[in-house]
């Protein structure tokens, strides 16, 4: 399965401010997924990112809060922005791959809003 | 809409057999995954059922009933380190899409 690791692994980040968070697969791959992962919670999906095209958002989450970059096939940044304590969570990118494209995950990025 | 729904805890002991039941209600189906994450990581794939029936892969196995909108993933031969969440996760669309996750099972192995 493809390695992909994420940076930074946690941050604190005072309110106002942004966040962007990196992910890097160690083989090109045609769609990557970001999701967020509340305290506690399963996980949900924020973004679809193709590379040469632009996200493709889920409901309940915008390009100006989140924007999306993909400029190749192995890597992909997410940003969160104007943060608040709410965007405390887990964000996780992740792959799908395989003969059945079952999604394998980087390790996450613990983010903390104060 | 979208649901899928996990009992949210459950517990057993080492040695023992543990079924989690998932149950699906989504506007494509195209595969269903389990998935076990250990408190502080991420998700690592368990298994994938796209057709009914049963999926074996060691102490871990999973059935699919398509038309009941119904999984379960049973854990045999239990282990303390089977202690963590397992996520049922449905894909909708074509292979290589997105997953909707359930809200996960927290599973605890005591001896």
């Known amino acids: 399965s493809a390695v992909i690791s994420q940076k930074p692994s946690r941050d604190i980040c005072q309110r106002g401010t942004s966040l962007t968070i990196q992910c890097q697969v160690d083989s090109q791959v045609t769609m990557m997924f970001w999701y967020r992962q509340q305290p506690g919670q399963s996980l949900t999906l924020i973004a679809t990112a193709n590379q040469g095209s632009e996200a493709t958002y889920e409901s309940g989450f915008v390009i100006d809060k989140f924007p999306i970059s993909r400029p190749n096939l192995t890597f992909s940044t997410l940003t969160v922005s104007n943060l608040s304590p709410e965007d405390s969570s887990i964000y996780l990118c992740s792959v799908g791959e395989g003969p059945t494209y079952e999604q394998y995950f980087g390790p996450g990025t613990r983010l903390t809003v104060t | 809409g979208q649901n899928i729904d996990q009992p949210t805890e459950m517990t057993a002991t080492e040695g023992a057999i543990v079924q989690i039941n998932c149950t699906y209600q989504?506007?494509?189906?195209?595969?269903l995954f389990w998935y076990q994450q250990h408190a502080g990581e991420a998700p690592t794939f368990l298994s994938y059922n796209v057709l009914d029936g049963l999926e074996e892969k060691g102490r871990f196995s999973s059935f699919l009933s398509r038309s009941k909108g119904y999984s379960y993933l049973l854990l045999k031969e239990l282990q303390m380190k089977d202690s963590a969440s397992y996520l049922c996760?449905?894909?909708?669309?074509?292979?290589?899409?997105?997953?909707?996750f359930g809200k996960g099972t927290t599973l605890s192995v005591s001896s």
């Open positions: 989504t506007s494509g189906f195209n595969g």
């Open positions: 996760a449905v894909r909708e669309d074509q292979a290589g899409t997105a997953l909707i």
